[in-house]
């Protein structure tokens, strides 16, 4: 597997950082990792553009920025409630035989953070690390749904809403009916709207500060699983999301 030089560099800066090594001056730098201060230099000018790295006003030193923080937490998060809905996400998808998953916000995308492979549900499209867009699921619609006004407006500006199906939302307006109707309802439907032959229907995840955390789906073929089935899994899902948000320290 090919090494991107620059991005190697980069990393290499952050990683002479410690807690020994708070901060250190250019020459230090260039130094460490063998480099001339020029090139040094570009990479901290691109690494502090992106907040990954601050300067020193006074002395001139470098240190590690806070963007580092905000994505450490992001981290955090993601792994905290990864375990408290593991277990609900597995009793679940036992008691329906569908595939259950448990999806966050990264930037404009959803991002599947566990799944639990139902016996009566082979869904081959999602996996652990892969993306899955706001309009055309279940659960970005409910990650779409949950955010403060600011937060959406920004999420969908000049946002692409490229069909994936003949059933897929292609337009702002639509889509924000959609959102205002997974509010009144609760839940949000992907009709196969995403992937041709699956219905999947998500609910929100929300933690100790009433914030939304993630949203979770019971993803099921169509062959399968008819509008009656459907209903009633929902219903264990909507029990199953509450749940977890109790257990996060949810009391809304």
């Known amino acids: 597997m090919p090494i991107i030089q620059a991005v ?3 990393l290499r800066i952050i990683d002479l950082f410690d807690e020994y090594t708070t901060e250190l001056k250019i020459t230090e730098i260039s130094s460490r990792i063998s480099l001339h201060k020029s090139t040094v230099h570009s990479l901290l000018k691109t ?4 907040g990954y790295i601050a300067q020193d006003a006074d002395s001139g030193k470098y240190r590690l920025g806070l963007k580092l923080v905000e994505k450490g937490q992001l981290l955090l998060q993601g792994i905290d ?3 408290v809905a593991r277990p609900h996400l597995s009793a679940l998808s036992a008691s329906t035989g569908q595939t259950t998953h ?4 990264s930037g404009r995308e959803g991002v599947y953070i566990d799944k639990i492979e139902g016996e ?3 869904i081959r499209y999602s996996y652990l690390g892969r993306t899955v867009p706001l309009h055309c699921s279940a659960v970005g ?5 949950y955010q403060p006004k600011a937060k959406q407006d920004e999420l969908l500006a000049d946002y692409s809403y490229d069909p994936h199906t003949p059933n897929t939302i292609v337009g702002r307006e639509a889509f924000l009916e959609e959102l205002s109707r997974v509010l009144t309802n609760g839940y949000a439907i992907d009709d196969q ?5 699956v219905r999947c ?3 929100p995840v929300f933690d100790h500060a009433g914030q939304l955390a993630a949203a979770v789906s019971l993803s099921t073929l169509v062959s399968g699983v008819d509008d009656e089935a459907l209903r009633a899994y929902r219903e264990q899902l909507l029990a199953m999301t509450q749940s977890v948000s109790r257990s996060l320290g949810y009391s809304g």
Do not use: F, Q, S, W
């Not at 690494?47 to 992106?50: G, R, S, Y």
């Not at 448990?102 to 916000?105: A, D, G, I, R």
């Not at 709207?193 to 032959?197: D, L, P, Q, T, V």
């Open 8 to 10: 190697d560099r980069a």
């Open 81 to 83: 409630i990864r375990t």
């Open 120 to 122: 009566r549900a082979a």
């Open 141 to 145: 619609k409910v990650l779409a749904a």
């Open 47 to 50: 690494l502090m553009h992106h």
């Open 201 to 203: 229907v998500a609910a």
């Open 193 to 197: 709207e995403n992937e041709a032959g």
């Open 102 to 105: 448990l999806v966050v916000l």
